[in-house]
Structures are given as C-alpha cells and as structure tokens.
C-alpha cells in the first residue's frame, strides 16, 4: 500500500466546519458536493450553466500575504470542488 499523498487531500472550510475530502472527482462542482454528500440542500439547483444565480454561495479565501480574507460570489454549479483547497 503506498501513503497518501498531501496533494490527495483536499481541505476547506463550509459554515464554519472543517470538511476534508480525500481523493476527489476533479469534476464534482460544488454544487454537487454540498447537496449530494453534505446534504445541505439549501442552494439550489435551477439552471445547470450559472445564469439564473440559484447556485450563488459566499466564497471567503485567506491570503497569508496580505493576512486578510476576501469575499466574492461564485455560482456553485461551476465551482469546481478542487478549486477549494487552502
């Protein structure tokens, strides 16, 4: 059996939990994670292509350079979950 890796890991935070997921789908959206394994179904899926803005959740991202976070929007149906690290 071979170790896992560091780079098979992803971790994030959701409503202020820590969520580790390891060994990731590279195409599982945000979206999909949150209502499908999380079961927190209280984003919507509506258009599938990020128009309507059912999906729209509050991303927060720490930059250790600056030492502050920073808020945006982003549509969960096109986030892909990788791109959560950190």
Do not use: W
Request: positive net charge; contains cysteine; hydrophobic residues 35%.
């Amino acid at each position: 059996m071979s170790a896992e890796k560091e780079g098979d890991t992803l971790c994030f935070f959701i409503n202020g939990k820590k969520v580790t997921v390891s060994h990731a789908d590279p195409e599982t959206t945000l979206l999909s994670f949150l209502r499908e394994e999380l079961r927190l179904t209280g984003t919507k899926s509506a258009c599938g292509g990020g128009g309507c803005g059912a999906c729209t959740v509050m991303v927060s991202r720490y930059r250790p350079a600056t030492k502050t976070i920073t808020h945006y929007s982003a549509n969960a149906c096109l986030l892909p979950l990788c791109q959560l690290h950190g």
